[in-house]
């Protein structure tokens, strides 16, 4: 396949687009890869289209490998199987709805979940038909709030969308396995430095979840990883180790002191090193126990008000939090409903008071450092008081453990005894989790199991962000000069660039070309004349990316042409009759 | 590529779906290759979805041999091109149209002209960057009143359209024929019987316009074809041959006559058979003129009276007629319109009051049949009175020649002597045809030309409805036991059915399977065993209808398999040691 600059549909540009934040985004317009049509919705010209296709089938050769099948839904789906599962009212406004000439609704389907639930009850009934493995490539919808970043966040974006389908948690998590092998396989080839983070399963909860982020300076996630082993996880997912518990058979008893104008913990530690000297060490917010009183609000209205312990040098993470409790909504506790609560003393609430046994009736959860025999200065119930030496498990005991307290740059890895964690920012490229049984349930998917019984089908969901890979991969790999793209996503497996007036340049290029074309190489040959400088077809190939670059020029009075390492910038001089091995060598590795 | 059925996602059915009217829609539904997700909306399984990318295959294939360059439009599209081009007011209702979330206005493209013409205005500005000629393979979208067939006719499908862009009509010609070729090329591929059919191309008027019709029972679309020659037309688009030219040096003078009670053909041929016979031969309703009075709505909303003469035993065909002048809307004049014209006697109206120069001033446009020097019997303006012998160029002139009369079975062709017109259904599968400067005009797509100056680009239109290309190539080459694929398009080249109970039959299937897949084959391995039947297994590979069928069965005891072809039902006895070799030959041919 020969692509001609003189004739190829694109024009680069020499500035940047005013609305593009973001390098790939710049590049990616500036070497006339994509357009702008819409505020989050883009055009794929004729480069970039190539790039698309070959991620595409990338992924489509992995998931082929694994077993999985090829399908294709519509994107325009009537309203119905999204009413069942409730995503009709909950999507809120970030689907894209329609109605049709007879006023029927419809929605472009931001996920496929339903139709893919729907199309296995049609077809399937037995165990003997499980597990299946279904798959799309396709161009999905999503009404975002703030688009940006070209194609890395659109409202119009094609996805690769699978699901697995198994009678048992152990098929599950078979099938989970395969498809994660897969993703690894799948980006290894795509050129990605990417990260596989621990994430929460959200409403399901406990069972596996993971995110594929391409490492980036730009992404919109951030997540922690290990310094030492290959631990990574979303923040929200960060599960902190507990301490062994501690030994508290010598622990003086707990006693309440006069700590008067110490609502803070800031007041509260300077009270304790004024009053209360320690000699080993001088007091810190670590020693102290802080309460935290939110409200949660239920999917279905009601109200129900939680209290979390953590260590007073720690904040509530209101993301940590809302990650552990989704679909619950979690709002901190105002005056007027602290006031309702006649045990709690504001500033200075304690353990006593707090719990489903308590005289609060309030359930208490704490963070796993608070932890059997850790003791600990807090709330004595009683304005300008507190308890020292309170211990867990033998002055109180909380009704259960919290993932809520932030996590900070510097803290325990929780995977590994060396290590400390990171934080660093990443693009989510693919998510694999165990959906489980919530949409079998919803839309009535059971087989006959061995038995003869109706049970009901477990999920697994596994997505990559098709047009978002091509952006991300732009993103990891350009430079200065411009777009940089690894050999197996290249638009073109060489770029060559006729440099010079007369016909010997040309003629050699062009023959070159044709011998590369035919050794079924697709080359990109700029074969402009008239005005267009060589300079401008130099600048035009750092800017479009192709890996290596083949320049026919001055060079050709000495019988060589010159060969260019677009990553590395490495030059060599090849004498014309060997040029084409060279070449193909370099593409063939 | 081995698909096993086993595990292939799909289920055959025995029985039809209720919603079925074709064969096509049938026969896809029940051997698993399409579900309905709802009215005109398809959901593609993984057998109907390998048949969908070899069809798109063959396209994209045939488009980038001639040098047409793929692109990909969104789907999701802005008002504002549409706007424009007045487009998002006169698609009325055949469109689907929301509302992002901040209230602006898009479409679901049905067709991409805008977007199209926009990106070259984009991207090109002089004479040196044409011709290009782009396409893209796209979901569209159309609200249809009456979606039916299954994809033959569906609201989301998948079209290939492409565009050309050239600075002259010259160019524009080469443009179109290097489409017509490229489609003639592709259709053939595709197996498809079909017709190139002259088409209207309505407002453009003038310009090539042609549609490639699959041959089918089943075809929304009526055309006429010759008995002896190629030629074949949409009814709007045969032009009848205009008689040459009949000398009138020796006609009798035109006499008015007596013709009481004659406001019909009927009464007026009875009439003068009986009160002026003729010696060769009696009148006939083609020897009469008869005058037809309508009224154009023009788009601005005036309206303009229009008559028009046909022969006698002719009727004005309202589709034909306004076939010629869309997108003016055509009514018929009714007494009280007629009544304000005092030159017409109703029943009477003869050709002296007619035409822009008359008494009336109303334009008076003729069949091509109503040539020089022929002779007619018409109205002479006087109730109870007709006109004898009153011959055209000498006695009057009309206005000009219109293409109104019907056409009818039986009819001249219009391209060759000795054949006559037929008429026949086909299922519009392509369209092409000069768009001409109507959107350049509209976006303001101009380039500079040779001389420095703006001058507006002229395009060409070029369409195929691909999952449409589908059920009509299923509708196409069925027959009474099933879908029968032609080899490019097959979701397998080969069937191979395990018919037993043995090892043996299935260890010598999965052998010879394994061989096929060897050699580049794609097989579809009917590897099921418990309850599946062979005669259950001979029904589903009779209804998914691949063209290869090799039974691994009884014949085994004597060392020999079974090769049927599914066309012609021939069954040819091989040796085992021979399958795998007869395959692929007859695979390859």
Request: glycine share 10%; aromatic share 8%; net charge negative.
């Amino acid at each position: 396949m020969i692509l001609r600059m003189s004739s190829l549909f694109v024009r680069t540009l020499r500035d940047d687009p005013n609305d593009a934040e973001v390098p790939s985004h710049r590049l990616l317009v500036r070497a006339g890869y994509i357009r702008r049509a819409a505020p989050g919705i883009y055009s794929w010209l004729p480069l970039g289209l190539r790039v698309l296709r070959n991620v595409e089938g990338i992924i489509r050769e992995e998931m082929d490998a694994i077993g999985a099948q090829e399908l294709s839904f519509p994107a325009l789906l009537p309203r119905e199987p999204y009413e069942a599962s409730n995503r009709w009212t909950t999507y809120g406004n970030g689907i894209f709805r329609l109605q049709d000439r007879k006023g029927g609704d419809y929605l472009l389907g931001p996920t496929h979940e339903e139709m893919f639930t729907l199309a296995v009850k049609d077809m399937y009934s037995s165990y003997k038909d499980l597990p299946v493995w279904l798959y799309q490539i396709q161009t999905k919808y999503r009404d975002e709030a703030r688009p940006r970043a070209g194609v890395l966040r659109g409202r119009e974006f094609i996805m690769k969308d699978s699901y697995s389908f198994d009678t048992s948690d152990e098929g599950l998590d078979r099938s989970y396995a395969a498809h994660r092998a897969a993703y690894i396989k799948t980006f290894d080839r795509l050129g990605f430095d990417y990260a596989i983070v621990k994430a929460t399963s959200g409403a399901m909860g406990g069972s596996k979840s993971e995110e594929f982020l391409a490492k980036a300076e730009v992404g919109e996630d951030t997540y922690v990883r290990c310094t030492h082993c290959d631990y990574a996880a979303n923040v929200e997912a960060v599960a902190v180790r507990a301490p062994a518990p501690v030994a508290y058979d010598d622990a003086p008893a707990a006693h309440a002191e006069q700590t008067p104008d110490t609502p803070t913990i800031e007041t509260l530690v300077d009270h304790l090193n004024e009053k209360f000297p320690r000699e080993d060490r001088p007091w810190a917010a670590g020693d102290t126990l802080k309460n935290v009183l939110v409200v949660l609000k239920h999917p279905d209205g009601t109200r129900e008000p939680l209290a979390i312990g953590v260590p007073g040098d720690r904040e509530v993470d209101p993301k940590r939090l809302e990650g552990q409790l989704e679909p619950i909504e979690v709002e901190s506790m105002d005056e007027t409903e602290l006031g309702k609560h006649e045990a709690l003393v504001k500033g200075y609430i304690g353990p006593e008071v707090l719990g489903e046994a308590s005289a609060s009736r309030i359930r208490y959860v704490v963070d796993p450092r608070v932890s059997e025999g850790t003791r600990w200065v807090t709330g004595a119930n009683v304005s300008g008081s507190h308890v020292l030496d309170l211990v867990v498990g033998r002055d109180f005991t909380p009704d259960g453990t919290i993932e809520a307290a932030d996590v900070r740059d510097g803290d325990a890895c929780p995977n590994c005894a060396e290590g400390t964690l990171e934080s660093a920012r990443g693009i989510e490229m693919g998510h694999i989790f165990q959906l489980g049984r919530w949409f079998a349930e919803a839309l009535d998917l059971k087989v006959l199991d061995e038995n003869g019984k109706l049970v009901t089908v477990t999920m697994g969901s596994y997505g990559i962000g098709v047009t978002r890979a091509v952006a991300a991969i732009a993103e990891g790999t350009h430079d200065e000069l411009g777009l940089c793209w690894p050999r197996e996503i290249t638009p073109a497996d060489v770029h060559v660039v006729a440099a010079g007036k007369d016909g010997e340049v040309f003629d050699t290029a062009a023959r070159i070309v044709e011998q590369l074309s035919a050794q079924g190489l697709d080359v990109l040959y700029d074969d402009r004349t008239g005005k267009v400088s060589p300079g401008v077809k130099f600048k035009d190939a750092e800017l479009i990316g192709v890996p290596t670059i083949l320049t026919v020029g001055r060079g050709l009075a000495d019988g060589v042409v010159e060969v260019r390492d677009r990553r590395t910038g490495e030059r060599t001089d090849v004498p014309v009759a060997d040029a084409v091995d060279h070449l193909v060598g370099a593409v063939r590795g």
